[in-house]
């Protein structure tokens, strides 16, 4: 029986990662968005040692292992090298506005609470709250992934989503090991195949700004047409 202490320290842990979530959507700077990733991936590996202790579920320490050493060190170290490499703009051009963004983020979050709560209302009120905020995580991830032109905070914005798949994995007591390796195995495969089509954009366009790629894709078409 979890004790309120430990249902306080693994929900502000949670919390903690979704406002992490709304700081990626509130930067537009390059390094101030692989900064906050960073961040938000150590805090996912808490919530997962956090999770292992008071289910008394060693599997979970490798999950957080996991993150800290691949989504929190690797994976971050990786991106600034791409973004060294391949001289990107420090500013992020969105498609919303910094405001509009971060209201539609809220919508989410509200979203969230309304689709889960009433399908696990027999759930213990820890299950419940881990699944809202998980949830709302992913739909941020996807709301990054969308409002950002840059090819890189997309990659970003995939990489948060999987946190929240991640938060949501171990807050459901008895998932087995073999589910959140692969989890972690799939996240690193698709990593490295980001990393080869980034440098593969900008060899073939000069450029990682999805709106240019989108007008030179128009461009070629009229061209074919004409």
């Known amino acids: 029986m979890r004790t309120g202490f430990e249902f306080d320290i693994a929900h502000t842990i949670s919390t903690s990662v979704l406002l992490l979530s709304f700081a990626l959507l509130y930067q537009r700077r ?3 968005i692989l900064q906050a990733f960073t961040v938000q991936a150590v805090l996912v590996g808490a919530a997962a040692a956090w999770q292992a202790y008071i289910q008394d579920a060693p599997h979970l320490y490798v999950t957080a292992l ?25 500013t992020v051009e969105t498609v919303l506005g910094i405001n509009l963004t971060l209201l539609a983020g809220v919508g989410l979050v509200i979203l ?22 998980a949830l709302s995580i992913v739909l941020i991830g996807l709301l990054l992934m969308i409002t950002r032109r840059n090819a890189v905070t997309q990659v970003v914005g995939f990489m948060s989503l999987e946190n929240g798949l991640v938060l949501a994995a171990v807050g459901v007591k008895g998932m087995p090991l073999v589910v959140e390796m692969s989890v972690a195995f799939s996240v690193l495969i698709a990593f490295i195949i980001f990393g080869m089509f980034l440098f593969r954009i900008r060899e073939r ?3 990682l700004d999805l709106q240019y790629l989108e007008s030179f894709r128009g461009n070629h078409q009229e061209a074919r047409r004409d």
């Open 66 to 90: 996991i993150a800290w050493v691949f989504k929190a060190t690797i994976i971050p170290l990786a991106l600034h090298s791409i973004v060294r490499r391949l001289g990107i703009h420090r």
């Open 30 to 32: 390059m390094v101030g």
């Open 205 to 207: 366009f000069d450029t």
């Open 112 to 133: 969230s609470i309304l689709l889960v709560f009433p399908i696990a209302h027999a759930s213990a009120a820890m299950t419940r709250e881990n699944l809202a905020l």
